[in-house]
């Protein structure tokens, strides 16, 4: 005599075959898209936040643009690659003055240039979700203004190694355009000559003693872009 299946395991059973049917998407419908091309070459304007040092005399905001590559072997894991100019002010000081009214001797413009390597991944892996994919990205390089000789006040920027990260929206509409909002980091040190921290006869120095000669800032742009996909 043949066995029939218990009610509650019958019912097991539909439950799981519905479920499994749900699991997915029907590939025509699906609100994830494999992205098709592997490298990317972007041209990125934006705003780049000078963070203000104790003292006033880095690097100041100005406008950032430049360009900005990415290469994607395959899965979500990519490699950047960006440079950058960045249109800066900066605030000389003279150290020697007494009065500190006396000390301001104006802004001057003094550009930055910025290049740097990293690694990235795509929160949706080798796809786009509805047309978009967040990323996350860190890497390490160097910002310079190219001046190896100080100011009349005895400060210098010249290059420096910059730690960089932040995230980012690729919108893929496809073909082989796309757009890209960013927002980056650029953490590099502020160091102040020996001169500051010394009080002219009759004054007081520019900085107390108990400030660090070096210093770490966050420096933070955000960009918008327009890529070529090949």
């Known amino acids: 005599m043949k066995k029939s299946v218990p009610s509650f395991v019958s019912g097991l059973l539909v439950a799981a075959s519905i479920a499994g049917a749900q699991?997915?998407?029907?590939?025509?419908?699906s609100p994830y898209i494999d992205l098709e091309h592997a490298q990317e070459l972007s041209l990125i304007v934006g705003s780049f936040h000078g963070h203000r040092d104790p003292v006033n005399v880095g690097p100041q905001s100005g406008a950032l643009y430049g360009l900005h590559y990415e290469f994607r072997a395959g899965g979500p894991a990519y490699l950047t690659a960006e440079v950058a100019r960045i249109q800066s002010d900066r605030n000389v000081l003279n150290p020697f003055a007494i009065a500190e009214k006396g000390r301001?001797?104006?802004n001057r413009s003094q550009p930055l240039y910025s290049g740097d390597v990293g690694l990235g991944i795509g929160l949706t892996g080798g796809k786009s979700w509805h047309h978009i994919v967040p990323e996350l990205a860190g890497g390490l390089g160097l910002i310079s203004d190219f001046r190896t000789a100080a100011d009349t006040g005895g400060y210098k920027f010249g290059t420096r190694f910059a730690l960089t990260w932040g995230g980012g929206v690729r919108v893929v509409p496809g073909g082989k355009w796309q757009f890209r909002f960013d927002v980056k980091n650029r953490m590099y040190t502020i160091a102040y000559p020996e001169a500051f921290y010394v009080a002219p006869t009759g004054g007081t120095a520019i900085v107390p003693t108990t400030q660090s000669k070096s210093f770490w800032l966050n420096n933070p742009a955000i960009t918008l872009g327009?890529?070529?996909?090949?």
């Open 23 to 29: 699991v997915g998407h029907n590939p025509a419908t």
């Open 104 to 106: 301001e001797l104006g």
């Open 226 to 230: 327009i890529s070529r996909l090949f």
